[in-house]
């Protein structure tokens, strides 16, 4: 599918650099370069070049990339200017391609054309998106394996297998009379049992890679004074929240993204949770319970001079289903050591904010609760919408299981399985999510 259209766009962040790119890709770029450039194109070769207006007047010196199609990243000619990394100088040139007939790219517009010329799926082109919002380490390793193809592999492995199953079982449809026997003796059953096992084992891995991309919502929530914002600055290795002696200090919520040994995790300290007669610190307490609705997990902070009956207050208040942790602070004030226990759902961390005591195992516990099972090898970024087509795909199987008496809807929920599956990868997907997709792209990628 080779765009006829030319689009160009500035592929570099905004500001000053020292070198900014601007992008082109169409069809018939070298006739296009003509107007750019005095000296010809040679493909997958730097050229130092001046880069001219429509009068000849030098606009800048650079290097010129051309990559002919199809071997470029979107599949059709693909130009590259290498110019000075100046806003003005980066206007000048994309102002000069759109002179030649290009037009403003939109946001991800490189990478929808690269999967649309089959250059790569959508995981992948997700997997751009991903790497360069990735903000640890780990994700961006994950992230480029999804870029690398690794989730799309195991996708198309479960494909492939409910594909078998399905040409199987309609090659079954057309001799009823030999039905029973055709399918056990192609061990159908077995078949679709291996299929689900797999598809159980990608979910879960699925869930890890959304978890490094989308991150994990931590509120921090307690009495006033407990020692909330001095255990996010010790979370986060830096002072991020004041910390006074004072009750009632932290009036609105502090937000911070910190990297806990790879997993992005948004933690948000919020205001003392009392009963108060001071307008701005109710508002602050009110924004407080709002966050806590939104959250994935609560570290509910208390410390020696908590009483019982005013922690009972405030998990009373939680929703249910929140996971949560409570965490009793302040044991450097205390014979306590750095401790963690578990009574059925009841998950407790003895800690020093102050010292540094108890905040691995802490640390340990955000993970276990949050779900987070770190495998090192064969990680890969993910989306909400990967593990809802996995759900789909998982609840169709089932029902397939439960209907091996009536092939006909059988083969139907296979059907519907297989298309679940294949939106993953962008095999059966409609436009609309393929624009809400590529809008949140970069302009430029």
Known sequence: MIHRDVI???STAPGRGGIGVVRVSGSGLETFAKGLTPRPLEARRAILTPFLSASGQVLDEGLVLFFAAPNSYTGEDVLELHGHGGPVVMRLLLQRCQELGARLARPGEFTERAYLNG?????????????IDASTALAARAAL???QGQFSALIQQLTDKVMKLRVLLEATLDFPE?????????RAGEQLAAIRAQLDATLAATRQGSMLRDGI?????GAPNVGKSSLLNALAGEDIAIVTDIPGTTRDAIREQIDLDGIPVHIIDTAGLRESIDT???????????????ADLALLI??????????????????????????INKIDLSAHEGARATRGAEETVWVSAKTGEGLPLLKQAIWDRAGWHPSGEGLFSARARHIEALQRAQNHLATAAGLTDRLELYAEELRLAHDALGSITGACTPDELLGEIFSKFCIGK
């Open 280 to 294: 701005v610190e109710r508002i602050g307490i009110s924004r407080t319970w709002a966050m806590i609705e939104r």
């Open 302 to 327: 208390s410390d020696g001079a908590t009483a019982p009956d005013e922690v009972q207050t405030i998990v009373d208040r939680l929703p249910r289903g929140l996971a949560r942790i409570h965490v």
């Open 217 to 221: 919502q931590v509120v921090l929530v």
């Open 119 to 131: 250059r790569m799926d959508l995981t992948q082109a997700e997997g751009v998106a991903d790497l």
């Open 8 to 10: 160009a766009a500035i």
């Open 145 to 147: 394996s999804s870029l």
């Open 178 to 186: 030999e039905e029973v026997t055709f399918l056990t003796a192609a």
